[in-house]
């Protein structure tokens, strides 16, 4: 399922249901809790979360939840499946809420989670659960690398990085997992230019943490240097100095 050139993109199935603990915190916006994930289990796409994996990947969300930055979309962004750059990011247009603490009850991951008042997508979410009592299902979005188990499961494993958990209207959507050959692009960047000089351009920007971060883009696909550097560590470092 996986090996040294590659990363996966999970996006799995939500756990539906009706926010519990509501509270109207103004501005059009709610505060609620919610069932975000379980480990230990095997879900319905056939995937399991080790305890420690999903635990540390959510302590490292710590500092975003602080600063009210740990965002989600409403619904996956799924059409656009061909292009892992969009899925292993969030849109802030799309955002719909915040979430701003967690616990563990046993395997069960419970959030707290504040809707947005400044997206329409904010605004859609809030009224689904003040207005129309909608059950609302999360899902994560992550990266991590899946090996595959003597039961047919697939064990998720690390490097692991959480991008979101977001609130999903509609039971029945899509579930995907993608490989991600990102060594194999960079490699290729390099083979197909015929004076054997990188085509890696870097420049900053701000996304929703208002943090300068970097973006690399080779071949026409783009990668925040953040997301790299947790996947494959000192790998794309070791694969460029080889070339140069």
């Given at each position: 399922?996986?090996?040294?050139?590659?990363?996966d993109?999970f996006?799995?199935?939500?756990?539906?249901?009706v926010?519990?603990?509501?509270?109207?915190?103004?501005n059009?916006?709610?505060r609620?809790?919610?069932?975000?994930?379980?480990?230990?289990?095997v879900?319905?796409?056939?995937r399991?979360?080790?305890?420690?994996?999903l635990?540390?990947?959510?302590?490292?969300?710590?500092?975003?939840?602080?600063?009210?930055?740990?965002?989600?979309?409403?619904?996956?962004?799924?059409?656009?499946?061909?292009?892992?750059p969009?899925?292993?990011?969030?849109?802030?247009k799309?955002?719909?809420?915040?979430?701003n603490?967690?616990?563990?009850?046993?395997?069960?991951?419970?959030?707290?989670?504040?809707?947005?008042?400044?997206?329409?997508?904010?605004?859609?979410?809030?009224?689904?659960?003040?207005?129309?009592?909608?059950?609302?299902?999360?899902?994560?979005?992550?990266?991590?690398?899946?090996?595959?188990?003597?039961?047919?499961?697939?064990l998720?494993?690390?490097p692991?990085?959480?991008?979101?958990?977001?609130?999903v209207?509609k039971?029945?959507?899509?579930?995907?997992?993608?490989?991600?050959?990102?060594?194999?692009?960079?490699r290729?960047?390099f083979?197909?230019n015929?004076?054997?000089?990188?085509?890696?351009?870097?420049?900053?920007?701000?996304?929703?943490?208002?943090?300068?971060?970097?973006?690399?883009?080779?071949?026409?696909?783009?990668?925040?240097?953040?997301?790299i550097?947790?996947?494959?560590?000192?790998?794309?470092?070791?694969?460029?100095?080889?070339y140069?």
């Amino acid at each position: 399922m996986n090996n040294n050139n590659t990363i996966d993109l999970f996006v799995e199935q939500p756990i539906i249901q009706v926010p519990e603990g509501v509270k109207d915190v103004g501005n059009g916006k709610v505060r609620f809790n919610a069932i975000l994930q379980v480990a230990d289990e095997v879900n319905a796409n056939k995937r399991r979360y080790p305890l420690p994996l999903l635990k540390a990947g959510l302590e490292a969300k710590r500092p975003d939840m602080e600063r009210g930055m740990f965002y989600g979309e409403l619904d996956h962004p799924l059409e656009h499946l061909d292009k892992p750059p969009r899925i292993a990011n969030v849109y802030f247009k799309n955002a719909c809420h915040t979430i701003n603490d967690y616990h563990f009850d046993g395997p069960t991951v419970r959030g707290v989670l504040t809707t947005l008042a400044a997206t329409e997508a904010g605004r859609t979410l809030s009224k689904l659960i003040t207005l129309d009592n909608a059950p609302i299902g999360f899902s994560v979005r992550a990266l991590g690398q899946g090996q595959p188990q003597p039961d047919g499961s697939i064990l998720v494993g690390p490097p692991f990085t959480i991008i979101a958990y977001d609130a999903v209207t509609k039971p029945s959507h899509k579930a995907a997992m993608i490989q991600m050959p990102i060594q194999q692009a960079l490699r290729e960047s390099f083979e197909n230019n015929p004076n054997n000089q990188p085509k890696l351009l870097t420049e900053s920007i701000s996304p929703l943490s208002g943090k300068k971060q970097h973006v690399v883009c080779f071949n026409g696909k783009c990668f925040l240097l953040e997301h790299i550097d947790k996947i494959l560590g000192n790998k794309i470092r070791d694969l460029i100095e080889s070339y140069l």
